[in-house]
């Protein structure tokens, strides 16, 4: 079995590191976003996961980056209109919340809408 190695370090080794430290090792804008320090929902959200890691746990906080705290944990995500579950694994760290919950589905057209076209207004609605 292959050990998780992410940016030069083993998954044993990332645990083990402070807040501060993992922060040395994200894009500058996950950087930024973590200096400046978790907003009300987002802490909510981490006392919660220390509480009771294994329960579900449901977040509108979309753009909380991911870190090695919540590894493991199921969250519902809330994408707009509904909670999507989603499970934290450690290829995600540095990432988002919402960069894997999609916002928007596809497309699916049927048959035209009444009035939509000249022609459509002789389709009888029966």
Known sequence: MATFIWRGKTWE??????????????????????RRGFTPAEKKLLEDVRKNPTKFH??????????????????GVHNGKEYVQLEIRPEMLGKRLGEFVMTRRPVKHSAPGFGATKSSKFVPLK
């Not at 449901?58 to 969250?75: D, F, Q």
């Open 13 to 34: 080794e990332i645990q083990a590191m402070e807040l501060k430290d993992f922060m040395g090792m994200l894009t500058s804008r996950e950087r930024r976003c973590l």
């Open 58 to 75: 449901r977040t509108k906080s979309r753009a909380m980056v991911i870190i090695p705290e919540l590894v493991g944990t199921k969250l």
